[in-house]
């Protein structure tokens, strides 16, 4: 049996996350994970993580306060351990049904077989307009 690739274990994120299986997603990341999203101040589903429970909470605060409306990852670059993902995703505030429409950047790096660095670069701007309003 072939070892799994960093870039099909990071691929592997998404359907679950999809499905609602938190879980099952937080399982992909190792025990201690270097977290990172930039946003404002008083954004709720942005907690402090370092470990895969802080990942599965990151995962509910998500589902609860954001609606994933559309995915479209249009490049995964991967060398060695790490793996880049550039796409465009849109979601719905659930508070405020304002839309968030971002193109994003996700770094990640994956050692063991288990995710080890989630880095998010997003429009905050638009995260704190969706969330916050003008």
């Known amino acids: ?24 997603a937080a399982a992909l990341f190792a025990d201690s994970v270097s977290f990172s999203i930039p946003h404002p101040p008083g954004i709720p589903w ?4 370092d470990s895969a ?9 998500l589902q609860t306060h954001v ?5 479209d990852l249009g490049q995964v670059i991967a060398e060695g351990d790490d793996v880049v993902l550039i796409g465009r995703m849109v979601s719905e505030v659930k508070k405020t049904g ?3 429409d971002t193109a ?31």
């Open 98 to 100: 304002r839309c968030i």
């Open 67 to 71: 609606q994933a409306k559309e995915l």
């Open 53 to 61: 429970e802080g990942m599965r909470t990151f995962f509910d605060l």
């Open 1 to 24: 049996m072939t070892a799994e690739s960093p870039a099909q274990t990071v691929q592997r994120l998404f359907p679950l996350l999809a499905e609602g299986k938190s879980a099952e």
């Open 104 to 134: 994003f950047a996700l770094h990640t790096t994956v050692r063991g077989g288990r995710i080890t660095r989630y880095h998010l670069y997003e429009d905050s701007y638009a995260v704190a307009r969706a969330y916050f309003g003008d």
């Open 46 to 49: 942005v907690p402090e993580v």
